[in-house]
T-cell receptor, first 116, second 116 residues
Framework: AQSVAQPEDQVNVAEGNPLTVKCTYSVSGNPYLFWYVQYPNRGLQFLLKYITGDNLVKGSYGFEAEFNKSQTSFHLKKPSALVSDSALYFCAVPHRTTDSWWKLQFGSGTQVVGTP | NAGVTQTPKFRILKIGQSMTLQCTQDMNHNYMYWYRQDPGMGLKLIYY???????DKGEVPNGYNVSRSTTEDFPLRLELAAPSQTSVYFC???????????????FGPGTRLTVL
């Protein structure tokens, strides 16, 4: 079964410092991987995805993610964090059911807390 | 292009009451999903649909029902509301491209439900 894991419940980051949110995956075959962000009292917003090709994927709001096949990781990064990046971040992997329908398997989420 | 819309935004129910949460998408997506998110927690899939007339259970379907009579609408029905159903409910939609690759899900703003 396809799955993702987010090992950190919370990441604290000072404004201007680099931000990394970790995600590891367990996937059979070629992985498709997604990152979402959820700001307080809002729905999830898509940030970026890896399908194939370049291992460095650029997304919205200055975020990027690095796909590493040997480490089975897809960490989300931002070179210089803002206090407004404080939110809940989810890694996700799509998988097909026995009927060949698609669902998304989400990680447990990582709360990013930015400080001035 | 409104994306995914949900009504109502907030609702308070008494134990044993019933209600329907509405979800509409205008992107012609074939996939639609209902999730619940308890405070400080991740997402749990309740039901999903792969097209009009086709639905399937997710990981927490008990106490809920769905129907999909059109591509655009995917209502979630709560029968005999219980305090354990107090949560935030998110609807999402998605599609696959011509090559069969799964695209990202788009989320609605959520419905905050309290059962007293």
């Amino acid at each position: 079964a396809q799955s993702v894991a987010q090992p950190e419940d919370q990441v604290n980051v000072a404004e201007g410092n680099p931000l990394t949110v970790k995600c590891t995956y367990s996937v059979s075959g070629n992985p498709y991987l997604f990152w979402y962000v959820q700001y307080p009292n809002r729905g999830l917003q898509f940030l970026l995805k890896y399908i194939t090709g370049d291992n460095l994927v650029k997304g919205s709001y200055g975020f990027e993610a690095e796909f590493n096949k040997s480490q089975t990781s897809f960490h989300l990064k931002k070179p210089s964090a803002l206090v407004s990046d404080s939110a809940l971040y989810f890694c996700a992997v799509p998988h097909r059911t026995t009927d060949s329908w698609w669902k998304l398997q989400f990680g447990s989420g990582t709360q990013v807390v930015g400080t001035p | 292009n409104a994306g995914v819309t949900q009504t109502p935004k907030f609702r308070i129910l008494k134990i044993g009451q019933s209600m329907t949460l509405q979800c509409t998408q205008d992107m012609n997506h074939n996939y639609m999903y209902w999730y619940r998110q308890d405070p400080g927690m991740g997402l749990k899939l309740i039901y999903y649909s792969v097209g009009a007339g086709i639905t399937d259970k997710g990981e927490v379907p008990n106490g809920y029902n769905v129907s999909r009579s059109t591509t655009e609408d995917f209502p979630l029905r709560l029968e005999l509301a219980a305090p354990s159903q107090t949560s935030v409910y998110f609807c999402a939609s998605s599609s696959t491209n011509l090559a069969g690759v799964y695209n990202e899900q788009f989320f609605g703003p959520g419905t905050r439900l309290t059962v007293l």
